[in-house]
């Protein structure tokens, strides 16, 4: 297998600065155009290696991100994950969607403070604890 053109996909210069550079603009708009285009990601997209992400990993985050409130951010993970985070005052939130999982990390002012791995049936937990996080960080 693999890609024999050498050129598909993105290029090792391009890509992941691409969404570091819109990391403050409003992504709700965005969303669905960002899955859209990690759909396309194909194996080695950062020239590292990366996994491509499936079809099923875009289903999850967009049933998480229907269930979040407020503007998340999304990024490619090389894993094949998804990356959902939100920063608020010293806090930060990410979460990380796979095929069969999700990851939840708190940080404050960059120390973790509480790791939790949810299953996909369980995210209706992962929104309480998110929801949680939301009001104490008022």
């Keep these: 297998g693999g890609n024999l053109s050498g050129t598909g996909g993105l ?3 391009t890509g992941i600065g691409e969404w570091a550079s819109s990391r403050r603009t409003n992504m709700k708009s965005s969303i669905e155009s960002k899955l859209n285009f990690f759909k396309t990601l194909e194996p080695d997209w950062d020239g590292y290696g ?3 992400i499936s079809d099923i990993t875009i289903d999850n985050t967009r049933n998480l991100l229907a269930k979040l409130k407020g503007d998340w951010e ?3 993970v090389n894993t094949g994950a998804i990356q959902v985070e939100k920063e608020k005052n010293e806090y930060y939130v990410e979460i990380e969607v796979y095929d069969d999982k999700f990851l939840y ?4 002012n960059g120390i973790g403070k509480d ?4 299953k996909l049936n ?3 937990d992962l929104i309480k604890e998110i929801e949680l996080w939301l009001i104490i960080t008022k």
């Design 122 to 124: 369980e995210i209706d």
């Design 50 to 52: 990366a996994d491509p």
């Design 74 to 76: 999304i990024f490619p």
């Design 105 to 108: 990390l708190l940080m404050k």
């Design 115 to 118: 790791e939790k791995k949810f």
């Design 11 to 13: 290029s090792k210069n």
